[in-house]
């Protein structure tokens, strides 16, 4: 027997340690998945954002006083911003999932030589082009209208793009567990909606009586929309550096579950 022989008996795959033909090829897949229906998933959510805009500036805006030393319109902003992009975050990997696996050709993801790095990193991909993506436009759109431009648009983009890890990692789990639509539809409206509005995505935590104060600073989410917060407009209920950390942790934990269920084909695999 050769020495390439051998080494392949013991696993090691003809194309080397990654799969970068493979992880391209899938990560193109998912952009493209949502780029094809650019109505729905990215013009739909710039809509929306401007609508929560105006109906909180119409309700409540005008009688209402500053908060963090700024317009209730400008502490608003980037809570709306950063909660659409992890909804979207999660919808794109979640539902990509969900769908192939109702459909039955979820196989047609599962046999081509990918390992759960490389099926995690693909489907990944496309949550944060996506997310990314919703995040430009509906800052562009804030500039344009209401002059509302990043203060510091380095700290805005990391956490844009921690953001949409994180719930994006939360969408391919969600994605896995999830054998019909009404599970999804569950797991969205019981677990994922509620960690996005109860952030301080309209209020500032400062307001909160104790005990809610400090569930809220449990909420891995309220970081980024904080961290998101004080990029755009310069100030946060919490320091920017702990939210990083706070994040990262959250975001690295929640990958390592997803690696793990699609290595062991988990729920996937009749």
């Known amino acids: 027997m050769s020495d390439t022989e051998y080494r392949i008996g013991l696993g090691e795959r003809r194309f080397g ?41 119409t309700a409540i805006g005008p009688g209402r006083g500053d908060v963090m030393g700024v317009p209730f319109l400008t502490f608003l902003a980037p809570g709306i911003m950063m909660m659409t992009v992890i909804q979207n975050a999660f919808a794109n990997t979640s539902s990509s999932i969900t769908i192939t696996k109702i459909q039955g050709n ?105 005990v809610l104060k400090t569930l809220t600073h449990l909420n891995p989410v309220f970081y980024l929309i904080d961290g998101v917060r004080f990029g755009m407009i310069g100030a946060s209920d919490s320091s920017p550096w702990l939210g990083l950390v706070v994040c990262c942790c959250a975001t690295a934990v929640v990958w390592l579950l997803g690696w793990a269920m699609l290595r062991s084909g988990y729920r996937l695999k009749a």
């Open 106 to 210: 979820i196989v047609d993801t599962l046999m081509p030589p990918l390992s759960g790095l490389e099926l995690l990193l693909g489907y990944l991909a496309g949550a944060i082009v996506r997310g990314v993506c919703v995040a430009l436009g509906i800052a562009l759109g804030l500039g344009l209208t209401l002059g509302i431009w990043p203060t510091y648009p380095g700290v805005t983009l990391v956490f844009v793009i921690l953001g949409a890890s994180f719930l994006g990692g939360l969408g391919v789990i969600a994605g896995i567990f999830a054998n019909k639509f009404d599970q999804m539809a569950a797991i969205t409206n019981f677990i994922i909606t509620p960690l996005a509005f109860l952030s301080g995505t309209f209020y500032s935590v400062a307001a909160l009586p104790p």
């Open 17 to 57: 340690r990654v799969n970068w033909l493979g992880l391209r090829t899938m990560a193109g897949r998912e952009v493209k998945r949502f780029l094809v229906v650019w109505t729905q998933t990215l013009l739909a959510p710039l809509v929306t954002s401007a609508l929560f805009l105006l109906i909180f500036n």
